[in-house]
Nanobody, 120 residues
Framework: VQLQASGGGLVQPGGSLRLSCAASGSIFSINAMGWYRQAPGNQRELVAT???????NYADAVKGQFTISRDNYRNTVYLQMNSLKPEDTAVYYC???????????????WGQGTQVTVSS
């Protein structure tokens, strides 16, 4: 089971990026999915999460700026990032809480990270 993130890159301040993260492998079900980020010298922090039924939660720093969504059929989570600022520069990691079978416990799954750089 793995998460594959994509969509990072270099963007100018005020620009937009859309991150995608797809889960693949032996997955029975996925509960919450989300995005976290880690800037150099900082700890990893929550950006946004979304439950299987679409309830969302955002860090105060990105409310009104980022939008998280998911496609349950494709086991994919997205992060639309608008009005990007230099302080949004970080490695963005996707996360999923999943289980392999109905009788299995829930496990954390992390993607490999994708770099987002906001700079002129």
């Amino acid at each position: 089971v793995q998460l594959q993130a994509s969509g990072g890159g270099l963007v100018q301040p005020g620009g937009s990026l859309r991150l995608s993260c797809a889960a693949s492998g032996s997955i029975f079900s996925i509960n919450a999915m989300g995005w976290y980020r880690q800037a150099p010298g900082n700890q990893r922090e929550l950006v946004a999460t979304i439950t299987a039924i679409g309830n969302t939660n955002y860090a105060d720093a990105v409310k009104g700026q980022f939008t998280i969504s998911r496609d349950n059929y494709r086991n994919t989570v997205y992060l639309q990032m608008n009005s990007l600022k230099p302080e949004d520069t970080a490695v963005y990691y996707c996360h999923a809480l999943h289980r392999r079978a109905a009788s299995s416990g829930w496990s954390d799954l992390w993607g490999q990270g994708t770099q987002v750089t906001v700079s002129s």
